[in-house]
Structure formats: structure tokens, C-alpha cells
């Protein structure tokens, strides 16, 4: 029968003695403190990026609206070309965003070789250049670290590896966390933090107890990691719910025309606007804007900066306008990519969603470290006993 002691401070002793509770007592203790630094750098970049388009936007609030409506907004080919006209050493932007509040200024993501990933805002009326901001660039770099430490491949290899390392300790610390038996006694110490105990066992409720209520957030931000990270791994969750993880049909796409007039995308923006009013931002890729024959762009509640709230890709025909059909597949596969995203990066449900998210990263930044704590105080207690044991007793000696 376990024993409740929780007032002086004590550790109170769970989980199975068989040789397999033992056996998931190892797999959970050390490959854990192996990778305990590179799990804390991997869930406290990925806490920092969760409020990125937040941050980003207070840092560009004077300039997320123009300042005057004009009639008509100027075409977006004109538009490019006062871009290029003003960083000319910089490629295409690789997507604009559009918005459907005729106030609001456009954004354009640009990448410059010394400074790094810009937002450039500027006027859709006149064209004028409102700022050329680097607050992105930091969340960018933050992004790269969390995803491959900025060492490319052999990086992604070792954050991939901690990233399974880490949801095997989520499994096997359940098991451990699971009460041989339920009592009122192991309720209480499985599911009520001591706040007012010794730090040793305040340290152990925060590692087993917060755990606990934080797994499911924890195993979707870890799981939806590792889909994100291994593209086999992305394709067969595409496949499986139904979408086409291929990208073979953009080959049946129209080619471009060199000497057509091409349709105004603002014209067919506004009308898909129209036809989805919950659409508040229209995502334009634009880095094939000189040399497709179609455009696509993504209607969406909120674009953020590596996933969109609210996702609907559209297709039209560059010269005509006209809406291609897209295979359900296809859209499918959009739809599933923006899900497992969404639900990484928090934009899954607005700000509850971003809360959540931003908690449970929290949570995960601290489980190495309270899981550390708890194996050092051990050690060091198991030290005491081994000294204790072996010192020679004093009574009788001459």
C-alpha cells in the first residue's frame, strides 16, 4: 500500500516493481537526461515562435493601414514592379498578402542576403513603399533553430531524434504516473500539486502531476512535429485521410502565355471575397507570378507566419480568370497540411488555441528540468545511504 506523504516534503514512491515497470522506469530516466539540453532548446524556441504574428504586427501597427483609400487599387503586376523597381537585388517576393479591409496595406514576404526575411508593407493604391520591416527575421531564425538547430541536415537529424525521444517519455511517463491502485490517497497524489510542501516535493508534483494534465497538448505538439519534420511521415498522414501528397497535378495546370494580358488578380481576389465572407486575407503566392499560367492564392480568417487560420486554396486561369476545379484530393491535401500546422503553431482556435499552445510549451520546457531534479535528488540521497552503509562503526574501537 502506497504511503501518503506529502507534509514533510518526501517523494512519495509510484509505479510498478516488475521487471517491466522497471524496464519503463529506464527508457523514461535516461534517454531522457541524454537529451535533456537539446529537448529544452527544442520546446522553448518553438514557445517563442507561438506569439510571432502578434509581436510582428505591434511592431508594424503604424503601417498595417494605408493612410488614405483611393478608388482603385493599382494592379497587382504594377505593384510587383514598383516592388522590384525598390529592392532590385531581391527575388520575387514568395507570397503577398491581400485583405479584404480596404484600409489595409499589403504585405509582401522578401528575403535580403545580409539582412534576411523581410515583411515589406506597402500602399495597394499608389505603391509606395511603407516599410521594409526585419521584426520577422528573428522569428525566422527562431523557427530554423527549432527546427534544425541552423546545421541543415545533420541539425534536423538531432532535433528529429529528441523530438522521438521526447514523445517516448510522454508514453512511458504515463505509465509510470498511472496508480497501481486508485485511492483517495494516490488521487490525491496524482492529480493535487502540494504547494505548500518542501521544494523536493513541490518539484515533483510540477514534473508528474502538470504533466499529467498537459500530455494530450503536449503528445499534438510533439506529434505534429514529427509529421511536419518527416516528409514520409506527412504524406502518409495525407494519404490517409484521402489527399494527394503528390504534386502531379500541377502539371495539368495551364502554361504561361508570354504574349497574353493577364487577368487582374485583384478583380478575382474581391470576387472571392465576395463568395466567402468569412475570408478576411487572401494568401498570393507570388514566386511563380512571372512565369505561371495561373495563379493561386489561399482564403483565410487570419494569415499567419507558417500556418493560416481558416484555409480555402483557389486556382484561376491567369489570362481568362476563370476558376479551375480543383480534385477533391488535392484540396484535401491542403486542407490536411494547414491542419497539422494549425495545431503546432496554435492557430487552431484564435487566441484560446495560441494559450494553449503557448502553456503547454511552457510545460514541456519544464518537464527535462523537473524530471532532472527529481533524478538528482535521488542520486544524492542514494549516495547519503551508500556512505552511511559503508563507514565503519565506531563502537568498540580501541
Known sequence: ??????SNGKVPKKGVTSRFGKFIAWIHLWPSLISA????FICLTGTIIVYSDEIIDFANKDVLCVPEVKGEKLPVTELMQKFKAAFPHRSSPGYMVMYRNPERSVKLNSYDKE????????DPYT???????GTVNFFFVTAHLHSSLLLHKTGEWIIDIASIIFLIELITGLVLWWPRKWTKTTREQSFKIKWKARFKRLNYDLHN???FYSISIVLVLTVTGLIIAFKPLASF???SFGGDPSE??????????????????NVAVDRYFAKHPWAEAAQVYSSKMDSAGYFMFTLAKRVGLKSREGNYPVFIDRFSGAEIEVPNPVFLHEKIENSYWTLHMGTWLGWFGKLITFTGGLISTSLPITGFYIWWGRRKKKKKKNKQFNEPSKVGAV
Open 1 to 6: 500500500m502506497m504511503k501518503k506523504k506529502s
Open 37 to 40: 539540453v537539446i529537448l529544452i
Open 115 to 122: 539582412k534576411g526575411l523581410r515583411f515589406v508593407y506597402m
Open 127 to 133: 505603391g509606395e513603399v511603407l516599410k521594409d520591416d
Open 209 to 211: 502531476v502538470v504533466g
Open 237 to 239: 498522414t495525407i494519404s
Open 248 to 265: 502531379k497535378w500541377e502539371e495539368t495546370l495551364p502554361g504561361f502565355k508570354p504574349d497574353s494580358k493577364p487577368y487582374e488578380l
